[in-house]
């Protein structure tokens, strides 16, 4: 039987921690080609957001795509900053970030990964979320990326833990377990 799930798998994203991150967690398993096109992200909740971008890369691509939204929700705020974590990221920083919860005594956030793959143009895009719950506090650590160095697990921020150690309780890697039970129990 035939399938439209390629062996190799384009993911676009113009992230490369997030590209070199997903590579390590799946290994020689699934390969992945990378695109990076730039697709303006819509407001919403975030399974909206993920299926969205997925929807306009297929098109753009003209082809099978997966795609991936990063969440960080503070649940003193709600959610927020959730799917836009990335703008709050670049325009606080780390140590803006953590004031924002100054005012709060809980201190609790959940990491959110959304993977979205569609087989091609018009193809309905299917999710895999990774959830990692933990709680912000004051930078520390040297490794890592982006919210790493604030975003504590089990008493050790994202920063201060080996990448390969990072990659066996983050939300990218339950996200990656999901996608790739599907792509096992999906006929290539
Ligand atoms: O494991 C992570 N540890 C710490 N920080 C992280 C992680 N993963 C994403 N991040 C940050 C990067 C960006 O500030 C935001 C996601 O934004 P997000 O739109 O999903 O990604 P992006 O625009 O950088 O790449 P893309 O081209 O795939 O949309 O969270
Ligand atoms: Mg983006």
Known sequence: MSSTIPTTINFITG???????????????VQLSNQNIEILEVQGSLEEIARD??????????????????ALEFRALKGLPGPYIKWFYSAL?????????????????TAVCTFAFSAGPGVEPRLFQGYTEG????KRG?????????????????????PTYKNTVSERFKALEKLQNWLRNTTV
């Not at 297929?58 to 939204?69: F, H, K, S, W």
């Not at 953590?98 to 201190?107: G, T």
């Not at 697990?153 to 994202?158: L, N, P, R």
């Open 135 to 138: 709680k912000i506090v004051q």
């Open 142 to 162: 040297q490794g890592g990326f982006g919210f790493d160095p604030i975003f504590e697990v089990d008493g050790q921020t994202y920063a201060e833990m080996s």
């Open 53 to 70: 971008k997925c929807q306009k890369a297929a098109i753009e691509a003209n082809g099978p795509v997966l795609t991936e939204d990063s």
């Open 93 to 109: 920083g780390n140590d803006g970030l953590y004031k924002l919860l100054a005012a709060y005594d809980d201190k609790a956030a």
């Open 15 to 29: 992230n490369k921690n997030k590209l070199a991150e997903t590579r390590a967690i799946l290994g020689d398993v």
